[in-house]
């Protein structure tokens, strides 16, 4: 190979690996935060529980906008359609409120790492 060949080569070769390389960190940065912010949802508690007494109560933390049927956590962002689906989650963490202590603690890390509070 000559000199004018292999520099040719290299010029070619600088430019496909620069084509084929591009990479965006911005982008790249909010598909990352969407993602954290879907897993955020999952292991959200959904409200917040109280004590009344000897008792433990669970206020949920779901709202319904005005002109909606749909339900709004306030806390993580998540769209729950019915009423049914809100009372089955309620249910299941007054059953076991040692699981939301604990998903309380890994919410409260995450949105942390998130900036969300």
């Known amino acids: 190979m000559t000199f004018l060949e292999i520099l040719i080569l290299i ?8 084509f084929s390389f591009k990479f965006d960190m911005n982008q790249f940065l909010e ?3 969407k ?3 879907e897993q955020l949802k999952n ?6 529980m109280d004590m009344e007494g000897n008792k433990i109560s669970f206020q949920s933390s779901f709202e319904s906008p ?3 049927t749909r339900y709004i956590c306030n806390q993580c ?3 729950v359609n019915s009423d049914h689906q809100i009372n089955r989650m309620n249910e299941n963490i007054l059953k076991n409120p040692e699981s939301f202590i604990e998903r309380k603690k890994k919410f ?9 509070c």
């Open 77 to 79: 962002g998540l769209i």
């Open 43 to 48: 292991i959200c508690p959904h409200g917040h």
């Open 31 to 33: 598909s990352r935060r």
């Open 108 to 116: 409260v890390k995450k949105a942390k790492k998130l900036k969300l």
């Open 35 to 37: 993602i954290k912010m």
């Open 66 to 68: 005005a002109g909606t």
């Open 11 to 18: 010029i070619v070769g600088a430019f496909a690996i620069r």
